[in-house]
């Protein structure tokens, strides 16, 4: 059973507007959630994190927010650009770390120009 | 400075065969993770290594396994292959085994068992 679930494979946006990827888990014992964006033939690059002791993060114009009794997260990516249009994985862990990831089966983002 | 590299990119194998992949961690990283993605299940972890030794080990069936070497490069093996294995095996490196180092990813290595 998938303890993160992406359940949009696929979003299109608008160069300029707000890309909004959602991410969902079940393991209440996560308390590390991050974001990895992988283009084709690379391997994901880590985007941005958040621990659970915290509901939001920003990072330029990446922003994730973190609803812990929803056990929802949620990416924003604003203004949207054409280079962000790659596949989005939203991954979780236990302990704080950034080890032994669990990952989302992935969201492709399209930025539209 | 050169990333992860993970050889071979693409490997077709028969049932019950068994596959070795390769994978080169950034220089100076000694922390190496391997992890399996199939379109149903996206990325699941496999194992860490550090220091030649094994630190963690996901939920995997025994045909599953790795090693590292001195030099901080890491194999995976799985032996007698099913369908279900075909998929891409990506390979991950940080500077140590520690949280607040971050994990950089090779491009992977698809495998197609027929």
């Known amino acids: 059973d998938q303890q993160v679930k992406q359940n949009s494979p696929s979003l299109s946006v608008q160069e300029g507007r707000i890309s909004i990827l959602n991410c969902d888990y079940t393991?209440?014992?996560?308390?590390?959630f991050l974001w990895y964006k992988k283009y084709p033939a690379e391997g994901p690059t880590f985007l941005i994190s958040?621990?659970?002791?915290?509901d939001k993060n920003e990072d330029g114009r990446f922003t994730v927010f973190l609803n812990k009794s929803a056990k929802h997260l949620s990416l924003h990516i604003v203004p949207s650009q054409p280079g962000d249009s790659a596949v989005y994985f939203c991954?979780?862990?236990?302990?704080?770390?950034?080890?032994?990831?669990?990952f989302g089966s992935g969201t492709q983002l399209t930025v539209l120009p | 400075k050169a990333g992860v590299t993970q050889t071979p990119r693409y490997l077709i194998k028969t049932r019950g065969q068994q596959v070795t992949l390769s994978c080169s961690p950034i220089?100076?990283?000694?922390?190496v993770s391997w992890y399996q993605q199939t379109p149903g299940q996206g990325l699941q972890f496999l194992f860490e290594?550090?220091?030649?030794?094994?630190?963690n080990k996901g939920n995997f069936p025994g045909r599953f396994s790795g090693r590292q070497f001195s030099n901080s490069r890491s194999e995976m093996n799985v032996s007698t292959l099913e369908l279900g294995d075909s998929a891409l095996y990506l390979c991950?490196?940080?500077?140590?085994?520690?949280?607040?180092?971050?994990?950089?990813f090779g491009p992977g290595t698809r495998l197609t068992v027929t």
């Open positions: 991950a490196s940080s500077l140590l085994p520690d949280s607040t180092y971050e994990q950089y």
């Open positions: 393991n209440s014992m996560f308390d590390y």
């Open positions: 958040i621990s659970s002791i915290k």
């Open positions: 991954a979780a862990s236990v302990g704080g770390s950034a080890r032994q990831l669990t």
């Open positions: 220089s100076g990283h000694r922390s």
């Open positions: 290594y550090f220091s030649e030794t094994q630190r």
